[in-house]
């Protein structure tokens, strides 16, 4: 049976305001099945998650702008993603999925559509990629020439204890690389984890990115996630320059997740985004580094 996901929380004001162009760089959409149908080999079925509800979201929180990034749950095919970009286009831009038997033609017209990447799933547990229905690193290579030309970036879901290894297929594909999750470092294993300095140097290299996004997949430590704190403060000041920040709305990732190697949870408690953006502005402590994270690295990052 393939687990259930429960709707996110309705969205409350967060209590500082947020920057003018501030953007939320990770979230999905999701559905409505009977229009975007779920991918029947995938991991867990998550709330239809439309559109509308997205925006609706974003204006509560008071985002002007928003980067969805295909889901897993509809696996290869990008459509409910595409055609919200069709519909947002000035307000939304996109990270798809696809794998070298996408035309360059196709991947184009995503391109003109506000696609600005390629997701690809590095994340393994028991030997295994341990999301179903993306698409592995390795095919990475075929596809690097086009998204080079096109000016897109490499997304990468991965856990940072692989990354060392990593490092050098990255370098040699020549693209940026923005890291999911904040490399999935368990809070509850301190700074000293093995792959967190390696990721702390792809950022002060300039040569990477990460998403301070997902603090509830990091740490057990409901409902604050406050050990968090100290991986979000060590990659911003390993360079604030290449952090960005994403709700990772409808939050279909259960909490803990990094310290599990069991699938997740059917449920959980669903999260407050609010709660989220605060603490990040909280780790960031300097409003020029919060409109940093917020407004310029994701205006740069996603050309807005």
């Known amino acids: 049976m393939i687990p259930a996901c429960l709707p996110p929380r309705d969205v409350t004001r967060p209590s500082v305001p947020l920057p003018p162009g501030a953007c939320d760089t990770h979230a999905h959409v999701f559905g409505p099945a009977d229009r975007f149908p779920y991918s029947d080999d995938r991991s867990y079925t998550p709330p239809d998650a439309p559109l509308e509800k997205y925006l609706g979201m974003l204006d509560a929180l008071g985002f002007a702008r928003g980067v969805l990034v295909q889901g897993s749950a509809h696996g290869r095919d990008n459509s409910a993603m595409l055609d919200a970009l069709k519909r947002e286009p000035n307000r939304l831009r996109g990270v798809a999925v696809a794998d070298a038997n ?3 033609d196709e991947l184009r017209a995503w391109g003109a559509l506000g696609v600005r990447g390629l997701r690809f799933n590095h994340f393994f547990r028991g030997g295994q990629l341990h999301y179903r229905g993306g698409i592995p690193l390795s095919e990475a290579s075929r596809l690097a020439p086009l998204m080079a030309e096109l000016g897109w970036h490499l997304q990468l879901w991965i856990d940072v204890k692989d990354l060392p290894e990593t490092i050098p297929h990255l370098k040699a594909l020549r693209l940026p690389v923005v890291i999911d999750h904040m490399g999935l470092a368990r809070a509850a294993d301190g700074l000293a984890q093995h792959g967190l300095a390696a990721l702390c140097d792809l950022l002060a290299s300039g040569r990477g990115w990460v998403k301070l996004s997902g603090a509830y997949r990091v740490s057990t430590q409901e409902p604050g996630f406050e050990d968090a704190d100290a991986i979000i403060r060590a990659l911003i000041d390993a360079n604030p320059d290449r952090c960005v920040w994403g709700t990772d709305w409808p939050h279909t990732g259960s909490h803990g997740h990094a310290q599990s190697a069991a699938a997740p949870p ?18 960031a402590g300097d409003a020029a580094v919060v409109d940093k994270i917020l407004v310029d690295n994701p205006a740069r990052l996603y050309g807005f």
């Open 102 to 104: 996408v035309s360059p």
């Open 266 to 283: 059917v449920t959980y408690r669903p999260l407050d985004a609010a709660a989220l953006l605060e603490q990040l502005v909280a780790c």
